[in-house]
């Protein structure tokens, strides 16, 4: 089984996770542990356990295998944001990731919104307009696409849902979606520019 890698909750390094098995020493209090090269299932009626050892910092987690994604306990730190995504902006996402890691999907939604108007006002839309409006602004004045306008109304709509009890919840794989699409408008907006400016900068484009 490939390692399973994280944002180590305890230590908060990248890390690929290292197999622990338990061992019974006699004349030992509780059980000895060893690394393994293919983990050991503990088996239960909700399903298969492992335990994962940070290489790092040597604490535990646990991880529960599943087919298609293992769950780890702790829960692991989100991916960091972009540092070229401006502070106020990354401080949002941030906040978004960390509600969609402890399963709060509306909330999850409500802060990708946030950002995204943010980062409107940000792109210098007029700060008094509702959000539809802005984003419409900053398409019509080009500094978005038509198409990045579409994903943002998107990202606006389902933040709106989550934030009014008549309509409906924010499912999981909603919250993951406008999380991606929200990560990416602003890779789009901020940071993509910030990395052609350095290989204009390398390739001696820039004009003095
Ligand atoms: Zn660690």
């Given amino acids: ?6 944002y180590c909750p305890w230590c908060y390094k990248h890390v690929a996770l290292v197999w622990i098995a338990l061992r019974y020493g006699i004349g030992h209090r509780g059980y000895a ?4 090269e293919e ?3 503990y088996n239960t009626a909700k399903g298969n356990w492992s335990i994962g050892m940070c290489p790092s910092c040597k604490n535990c987690v646990l991880i529960k295998i599943n087919d298609k994604r ?4 702790p829960n692991p730190l989100p991916t960091p944001t ?3 995504i401006p502070e106020k902006i990354r401080k949002d996402i941030d906040e978004a990731k960390l509600c969609l890691s402890v399963n ?4 999850c939604a409500g802060m990708c919104r946030r950002a995204l108007q943010q980062a409107c006002i940000l792109k210098s839309a007029s700060p008094k307009k509702k959000l539809e409006k802005q984003i419409d602004e900053l398409a019509e004045r080009r500094i978005i696409t038509n198409e990045i306008k579409e994903w943002a109304h998107a990202i606006r709509w389902v933040g709106n849902d989550a934030l ?3 309509f409906p919840e924010v499912a999981k794989e909603e919250a993951k979606e406008i999380l991606d699409l929200t990560e990416r408008f602003m890779d ?4 993509a520019s910030e990395r052609v400016k350095k290989l204009k900068e390398k390739h001696g484009k820039v004009k003095k």
Avoid: L, W, Y
């Fill in 1 to 6: 089984m490939k390692p399973i890698e994280i």
């Fill in 33 to 36: 542990t060893e690394k393994i």
């Fill in 39 to 41: 983990p050991i299932f």
């Fill in 70 to 73: 293992s769950s780890v306990f």
């Fill in 82 to 84: 972009d540092e070229r």
């Fill in 104 to 107: 709060a999907f509306r909330a």
């Fill in 164 to 166: 009014h009890p008549e």
């Fill in 188 to 191: 789009i907006a901020f940071a």
